[in-house]
């Protein structure tokens, strides 16, 4: 694999890093780099500007209105969003009913939808984990009846991220309840306005408002808000869930966290030596160093493969596994560099313009927050467990 950049490449580089120094609200930075809660205005900000710019949905092909990146633009702007600080893309739309909808949809449901998620007018979020229904997702027990016309779903939906922001959710429901559990699913656009939808917090450790629970009373759902046919749609989320699980390797932001780590091993400690001089913690910042590197070799042969028209497939289970460990162990090699000082949890440090002062150096106040976290990055878009089921399964053929 040649990854010296092309001249070509070099330029669309600069393209890209002039355009995020010049787009980018200053205040967002400030935010991302810090490590404060961003507000929904933040990311709409940030993703309507690369909307104009044509670059939000830049995992899409030409055909959709996607840029067409090749997989070395990708890379390059992936990394350099991260080198500078960006607030991720919410993956929702972009990311997961985006290609569900241009990939299985009709043609009437990509002219209403697709405009709308390249230009991050709408916010998505997903329904598809349930109480008692997570990592057996075929299990799940929101009905979908129809109506007439319309489809009446009863049920709930839990660890729905940021649906307290969102405009519409896309919905596995059971739509023929004497099916075997995958093929009695169907895939549904549901508008989060729609009488019958009540959202309800969780509050996570850190205190954030991220995650929801969403339920479901008697709603009603137009049959045209159907995506593919009826009974089918563990085809689209099968789909959906490949395309979610590359993404959770979330390769620029390790390599961004591993640099942070370099800088909090390399503070004066207490003793007056910084931490990156003692032998042991500097091997383990270099094993974690080789394992992002290993993770962005194998992110980038997917990516290759992409490029010659194939679709994420059963291997980026692995992206996901390793991936998401890699996220912990950073968390947890910056708990132990920052020592005691992770302890106090002063939870408005979180939010800009706070009044709170940190005890301790000024990063260890978000150590605590992030590591515990980041314990979710292994359980949500499938367990690493049923990851590794997966990969058995369909990779090694056991």
């Known amino acids: 694999m040649d990854l010296a950049f092309t001249p070509e490449e070099q330029k669309f580089a600069e393209e890209v890093r002039a355009f995020v120094r010049t787009n980018l609200p200053a205040d967002v930075r400030d935010k991302v780099k810090n490590g404060k809660h961003l507000i929904r205005d933040d990311y ?19 055909k959709h209105g996607g840029p067409g990146f090749t997989p ?24 997961m009913v985006g290609p569900v909808i241009y990939t299985f949809g009709t043609e009437a449901q990509k002219e209403k939808y697709l405009p709308a998620i390249r230009e991050s007018t709408v916010w998505w979020c997903q329904g598809y984990s349930e109480p008692g229904s ?26 729905n991220t940021m649906g307290h922001w969102a405009d519409w959710i896309f919905c596995l429901v059971r739509t023929d309840s004497k099916a075997k559990p995958q093929e009695g699913i169907s895939f549904l656009l549901i508008d989060m306005k729609t009488p019958g939808i009540t959202v309800k917090p969780i509050i996570m450790a850190d205190g954030g408002h991220e995650v929801n629970e969403v339920f479901f009373d008697n709603v009603k759902v137009p049959v045209e808000n159907l995506v593919g046919k009826e009974n089918e749609g563990w085809t689209c989320a099968k789909f959906l869930l490949a395309n979610e699980r590359l993404g959770i390797a979330a390769v620029p932001q390790s390599k961004r966290g591993v640099e942070a780590l370099k800088d909090i091993a ?14 042991s913690f500097a091997e383990k910042i270099a094993d974690l160093e080789i394992q992002v590197t290993a993770l962005e070799f194998t992110e980038l042969r997917v990516l290759s493969q992409m ?29 132990e560099a920052v020592g005691e000082y992770a302890a106090p949890y002063l939870p408005g440090l979180l939010w800009q313009g706070t009044n709170e002062e ?26 690493n467990e049923i990851q590794k089921g997966i990969i058995s399964k369909m990779v090694l053929g056991l």
Request: glycine letters at 12%; proline letters at 7%.
């Open 134 to 159: 997570g990592s057996d997702l075929a299990s799940l027990r929101t009905k979908a009846e129809k109506d007439g016309d319309h489809y009446i779903v009863n049920g709930s939906k839990t660890w």
């Open 266 to 279: 390399r503070a004066e400690q207490d003793d007056g030596k910084p931490l990156i001089e003692n032998q």
């Open 307 to 335: 490029a010659q028209g194939g679709q994420p497939g059963p291997e980026v289970s692995g992206l996901k596994i390793r991936g998401s460990e890699i996220q912990q162990r950073i968390t947890e090699l910056t708990m």
């Open 358 to 383: 940190p005890v301790g150096p000024e990063y260890a106040h978000l150590a605590a927050p992030r590591y515990f976290n980041t314990r979710k990055t292994t359980i949500y878009g499938g367990s």
């Open 44 to 62: 709409m900000r940030w993703q309507q500007a690369l909307g104009k710019k044509g670059w939000l949905v830049y995992t899409w092909p030409k």
């Open 72 to 95: 070395a633009q990708r890379y390059i702007f992936e990394n350099i969003c991260a080198e500078e600080y960006a607030p991720g893309i919410i993956p929702f739309g972009t990311k």
